[in-house]
């Protein structure tokens, strides 16, 4: 019986042995997976702040200046695989007096932490086998070919509207035809073509007059 019992715990050792530098090897892959899905998460948000930013008709910010406050704001603070915004693009689209288009994208990059990094040599390593090593990674927050992954309607500046007096709005019709009857980009009014499989593309757009109560 003794005998038995040295066989057995021998074989749980050896298989353990085995089994470690796979074990390494996998978990190093799980951990550098969940950095790049968080990362692919921040770098929607990033999309819409930085189009926000750009639309903004009170300040609007500049690529660089969306760029260093991304960083500032939200990769600093964990420093964990040397996180990154690479590149910041925005653009307006077609206005009118009331609304115009403001889109932008952001382009992240990562590279794999120390850790996930070692583990990963030390299990290949012990496997005496050639793995690919993790290397530095850059993507925007999603994979279609489209030059602005987040668009958004913003309100344009006009002086009169931004100086007038609600008195003077309430009283003169010039209200009615520079603000309240200006019509939406035509660019959201005609059908375009999907930049992604499943997707729908926006046919028209119906003003929403609380929205435009609330907004002045």
Same mark, same amino acid.
Not at 81 to 91: F, L, M, P, R, S
Not at 92 to 106: E, F, N, P, Y
Not at 117 to 125: D, F, I, L, N, T
């Given at each position: 019986m /003794?005998?038995?019992?040295? +066989? /057995?715990?021998?074989s749980i050792l050896m298989e353990t042995v085995l089994v470690i530098p796979l074990y390494?090897?996998?978990l190093s892959g799980i951990f550098w997976v969940g950095d790049l899905a968080l990362l692919r998460s921040k770098s929607t948000f990033f999309d819409r702040v930085a @189009?926000? &930013? &750009?639309? +903004?008709?009170? @300040? +609007?910010a500049s690529q660089s200046t969306i760029k260093s406050g991304l960083e500032q704001n939200f990769l600093q603070a964990a420093k964990v695989g040397d996180q990154h915004v690479e590149k910041v693009n925005t653009a307006k689209g077609s206005s009118s007096a009331w609304s115009a288009i403001a889109g932008a994208s952001t382009t992240v990059s990562i590279e794999p932490p120390v850790w996930t990094q070692g583990w990963r040599?030390?299990?290949v390593a012990m496997m005496e086998t050639e793995v690919a090593e993790l290397k530095k990674t850059s993507f925007r927050s999603r994979e279609v070919e489209a030059d602005y992954l987040h668009r958004t309607l913003m309100r344009t500046k006009d002086t009169y509207r931004d100086k007038a007096k609600p008195r003077a709005l309430a009283e003169q019709m010039e209200w009615m035809s520079r603000v309240h009857m200006a019509q939406w980009?035509?660019?959201?009014?005609k059908e375009i073509s999907s930049p992604s499989s499943g997707g729908k593309p926006c046919l028209s757009y119906d003003r929403y007059t609380m929205y435009v109560t609330w907004s002045e």
């Amino acid at each position: 019986m /003794d005998h038995m019992r040295h +066989n /057995d715990r021998g074989s749980i050792l050896m298989e353990t042995v085995l089994v470690i530098p796979l074990y390494l090897v996998v978990l190093s892959g799980i951990f550098w997976v969940g950095d790049l899905a968080l990362l692919r998460s921040k770098s929607t948000f990033f999309d819409r702040v930085a @189009a926000w &930013s &750009s639309g +903004n008709r009170f @300040a +609007n910010a500049s690529q660089s200046t969306i760029k260093s406050g991304l960083e500032q704001n939200f990769l600093q603070a964990a420093k964990v695989g040397d996180q990154h915004v690479e590149k910041v693009n925005t653009a307006k689209g077609s206005s009118s007096a009331w609304s115009a288009i403001a889109g932008a994208s952001t382009t992240v990059s990562i590279e794999p932490p120390v850790w996930t990094q070692g583990w990963r040599r030390v299990g290949v390593a012990m496997m005496e086998t050639e793995v690919a090593e993790l290397k530095k990674t850059s993507f925007r927050s999603r994979e279609v070919e489209a030059d602005y992954l987040h668009r958004t309607l913003m309100r344009t500046k006009d002086t009169y509207r931004d100086k007038a007096k609600p008195r003077a709005l309430a009283e003169q019709m010039e209200w009615m035809s520079r603000v309240h009857m200006a019509q939406w980009p035509t660019e959201w009014t005609k059908e375009i073509s999907s930049p992604s499989s499943g997707g729908k593309p926006c046919l028209s757009y119906d003003r929403y007059t609380m929205y435009v109560t609330w907004s002045e």
